[in-house]
């Protein structure tokens, strides 16, 4: 256990971020948590206090996994080099990563950041369309290069041409477009886009890509039948568009069901993206494509990533999906996921605040609201959860279309008994929170 360090210590470390990183430098929790050790699903702060970790897809097998750590310092210790030397290792992890994909996803391109991997798909979907136009949901976030953060509606960057850029709906199970949710929420979503292909051709700019999380991440992970994004990949398709998954929260494994969340939601993309988890928290990332659009990509723009694909961002990432295979983690999201949302559903027979429980595996929360009848949301008293979660040594956070989604998204060695912990407390903390806007 760490030695109680002084009060003093938070308030003097928030003040030095404050002047070497910049004054907007953002954390989170109204009172940030200075963390100093990691284990599995626990982290601890400099006071010695141990926190349930609910929230950090980063550390996507466990903080600190002992077999990622081994392969990084393993690695770290006998090569780390650029791609332009030939290496085993990224071609084994290529390998090994295509397998978990449907053909013709037969192909990679290693990055170093999921941003990273998100300006390559755009560059793949010009390249194979001639086209700019990219349309994306109204709440979505994919990274921060300047290309790719031109998408973002809730937190659009003052400069830059988005002149290319067209926003849908983002689909909501809880209040559906059009008012019925299933395939006429579905329908609904589709004509959005269909609309804003028009739109897009109308002032010159073609289309060249849907871009989506197929699993709705940071629009409140939306309960979407299989199927869901038909209409619209077919709309998009016969404009001559193509269909870029944005993995980076939903994939490897984390819903249960399927390894990434296309797959349970049932579209083919042309292109897929990939980050965060990929290397239990060391940076790398990725696209994976199809050998065709790869070709087109490498002939329409000369790229090369310096770290993409080093050594030792290969030997991390291989260690994640052999211990993603060795531990099962996969199948026990899915147990643990649907054990603790029936926790949940059980809370919110006795909590009137909770409005909608949902999700999938080790990504799920509950929506929020003032009153059930409205459905207003209760955003205000979200953030407030969330910040009490943290007093009480439960890290999880909230989003969404209205800001009033609880989500939980642990690491993947998550337990029932940790599901237990973490609603028991939840109980206790909606119990003892005033309801307010």
């Known amino acids: 256990m760490t030695e109680k360090q002084p009060e003093h210590i938070n308030a003097s470390l928030i003040e030095a971020r404050k002047r070497v990183l910049g004054v907007k430098f953002p954390t989170f929790y109204k009172d940030p948590v200075h963390l100093v050790r ?41 090569l780390n080099t650029h791609t332009r030397y030939l ?13 978990t994909f449907e053909d013709p996803l037969n192909s ?34 994919h990274g921060n290069t300047t290309a790719v953060a031109q998408l973002s509606a809730t937190n659009p960057p003052r400069t830059g041409d988005a ?20 395939p006429p929420h579905a329908l609904a979503f589709a004509e959005t886009v269909r609309a804003q292909i028009d739109d897009l051709n109308a002032n010159g700019h073609g289309l060249a890509a849907l871009m989506v999380c197929p699993y709705f991440a940071n629009e409140g992970f939306p309960d979407l039948h299989s199927g869901f994004l038909d209409p619209a990949a ?18 490897f494994g ?36 199809s050998a065709d659009i790869l070709t087109a990509f490498q002939d329409s723009f000369r790229y090369f990533n310096t770290f993409g694909g080093n050594p030792v961002s290969c030997a991390a990432a291989e260690a994640v999906l052999d211990v993603l295979e060795e ?20 809370l919110a027979g006795q909590h009137g605040c909770i409005g909608d429980v949902r999700g999938s595996g080790l990504f799920f929360g509950a929506e929020m609201v003032l009153n059930r009848e409205t459905k207003k949301p209760a955003t205000a008293f979200t953030a ?28 993947m060695q998550f337990t029932r008994s940790n599901a237990d912990q973490l609603i028991e407390t939840l109980d206790r903390v909606l119990a003892h929170t005033e309801l307010k806007e």
């Open 163 to 182: 002149r290319h850029i067209r926003f849908v709906p983002a689909p909501d199970s809880y209040r559906p477009l059009g008012g019925a949710g299933g």
């Open 234 to 251: 077919d709309i998009v398709r016969a404009a001559g568009g193509v269909i870029i998954a944005d993995e980076v929260q939903p994939g």
């Open 254 to 289: 984390r819903i249960g069901s399927h390894m990434w969340g296309h797959q349970r939601i049932g579209v083919k993309p042309d292109i897929v993206t990939l980050g965060k988890p990929m290397g239990n928290g060391h940076p790398v990332a990725g696209v994976v494509t």
């Open 327 to 346: 531990e099962g983690l996969m199948a026990q999201a899915k147990d643990v996921g649907a054990y603790a949302r029936g926790l949940l559903r059980d």
């Open 87 to 99: 290496h085993e290792g990224i071609i084994r992890y290529a390998e090994k990563l295509t397998a």
């Open 384 to 411: 407030e959860i969330a910040n009490n979660m943290r007093q009480e040594g439960i890290l999880i956070n909230f989003l969404g279309i209205n800001f009033n989604v609880l989500k939980i998204r642990p690491p």
């Open 38 to 78: 990691g284990e599995g699903v626990w982290v601890w702060d400099a006071d010695g206090r141990r926190y349930l970790d609910c929230y950090n897809n980063v550390p996507h097998v466990g903080h600190c996994h002992p077999k990622v750590v081994e392969a990084i310092s393993r690695q770290a210790a006998t």
């Open 108 to 141: 990679v391109l290693m990055t170093c950041t999921g941003s990273e991997a998100n300006d390559i798909g755009l560059r793949m979907a010009e390249a194979v369309t001639g086209n700019r136009g990219v349309i994306v949901t109204d709440h979505t976030y």
